[in-house]
């Protein structure tokens, strides 16, 4: 009998061409990946948020490295903003993610090792829902117990919330960059706040 359950069920799944399998088939990833796929991405990479979309530009270059290093700000420029916190062209080339990422890309964090100058971290703040992801440019204090400072690669300044980012804000580090693919969650996010907002 159990047996034969099984065999139905993962035919009604696996081989049956019907909108009720399609649905089960969608509700049923969305379990794994929330459920399973995630939290184990998490506990391997030592964090709570493997995986972050990129849902601003405040991370972009405006054409090739030399265009936004000479010319990214204006009057001013994104050389002269970094170079008052002693980081030079040579020092952040050297850098992860030297050439920016786009809105839309996904990034893969790491956690478990203290960030330094120049990596690009991913940390919560209280006045808004969505995490923020931009470079350290200075840090203080002592390992384990660190505070940063941060600055969006494409911003001219820094934020007021960025003066003082404590290491427990810290969710990771982004070590991986898959351009595009956060495009279908922020897409989602778009329909939901427009249905939401037909009903609303």
Known sequence: MARSLWRRFWHFIWEEDSAASWIVNVILAFIIIKFIVYPGLG????????????????????????????????????ESLYSAYGINKTQFKDYPQDNGFNKGDIMILKGGKDPEIGDVIVYSISEQPDPIIHRVVSQSGSPGHNVYKTKGDHNCGVNPFEEHVDQSQVLGRAVIRVPWLGWVKLAFMQLVWWVMSLFG
Do not use: K, R, Y
């Open 43 to 78: 506990w391997m990479l030592s964090t709570t948020h493997p995986i972050v979309a990129v849902v601003s530009g405040s991370m972009e270059h405006d054409g090739s490295f030399d265009q936004w290093w000479q010319n990214g700000c204006g009057l001013s420029s994104q």
